[in-house]
Structure formats: C-alpha cells, structure tokens
C-alpha cells in the first residue's frame, strides 16, 4: 500500500500571492520604479539608470536580493547590451555589499524565466542573489525529509578508501 500524500504548508506564501495582486498593472517591480519616494517603505536598495536593486519580501534567506531592469522586459533576449551590463554589475555590487554586511560564504544567483521555470513575476524579468553560509539549509529541507547527498555512495566509499590508504588508516 502506498503512503498517503503528505501536505508541504507554506502559510508566508499567501502574502506573497496577496502581494502580487495589490498593484496596479500587475507588476510590483514597475509600481517600485514609479514610485521613488517610496523607496524605504518598498525595501528598494539602489536605482541606477536603467535598473533597480530591491530586498526580497519574501526571501529564501537574510538578504536575498532582487536585481531588476526598470523596463518591463520578460526575457533576457528583450534586453539592449546597456541593460543587460548593469544587471550583472549589479549582481556583481550585490555580493560585495552582501560578503561585507552579513560575511556571507557564498551565493546563489539566477533568474526564472516564464511561469513554468518558476517565475512568480514571468513578465518582468529580475535576477535573485541569495546569500549562503556553511551549514545554511537550501531549498529543499522544505520537500519534507530531503536531503541533497553530492555524490554516490560509491564514489563516496572510494574516495574514503583511499583518503584512509594515504593517511595509513586503519591501524591495528
């Protein structure tokens, strides 16, 4: 007999999907860029002339970044050179601030596009710069008892084999 599906409850998530509905052409990041003077209370970072840099509302963790152009393109390909060279000295700024304000190790960065890929705002692309830390959980300790294991148990076991000829393990 099969077990029965199991339930994965994301309850911050319906705020997420709240969110999405509250502006006015669909699209926050656009409502961002309209809107200057709200920049604080929208937890926009930076401007620059073609993009903006805005704090994730809904982060995977501390600091999760959302790097956007300011035109409403969906799909790199809309992007002119100009855009696209900011975008990813944007990315680049984004780690360096994130290393030196909260000694993040290491980061994830990337881009879903189309809803299908899991873009929750297909239309509008936007780039996520994620910090990590040795230990840090990913994504998937939400699937319930998943674990993310590197490597086979067969390289693992031979990649210990040899590690304990070399240092002459076992004794005795």
């Not at 006015?24 to 003077?37: E, H, I, K, M, V």
């Not at 903006?52 to 809904?58: A, C, E, M, S, Y």
């Not at 975008?87 to 990337?110: I, K, S, V, Y």
Request: proline fraction near 5%; glycine fraction near 8%.
């Amino acid at each position: 007999m099969s077990e029965p599906n199991k339930n994965l409850w994301a309850p911050w998530r319906l705020d997420y999907i709240r969110e999405l509905d509250t502006h006015r052409n669909g699209c926050f990041l656009c409502d961002y860029w309209a809107d200057p003077a709200s920049d604080e209370k929208n937890l926009v970072l930076w401007r620059t002339e073609r993009s903006l840099v805005v704090l994730n509302r809904f982060p995977y963790t501390n600091g999760h970044l959302l790097i956007a152009p300011a035109r409403h393109v969906g799909q790199l390909h809309g992007l002119n050179d100009a855009e696209l060279h900011e975008l990813l000295a944007l990315a680049r700024d984004a780690q360096l601030t994130l290393a030196a304000a909260f000694n993040a190790q290491g980061f994830n960065t990337g881009a879903n596009f189309g809803h299908c890929a899991g873009a929750g705002l297909p239309d509008h692309l936007h780039f996520h710069v994620v910090p990590r830390w040795g230990g840090d959980t990913n994504y998937m300790a939400v699937l319930d008892d998943v674990r993310v294991i590197p490597q086979s148990l067969a390289a693992a076991y031979e990649q210990l084999k040899e590690t304990g000829k070399k240092l002459g393990l076992p004794k005795g």
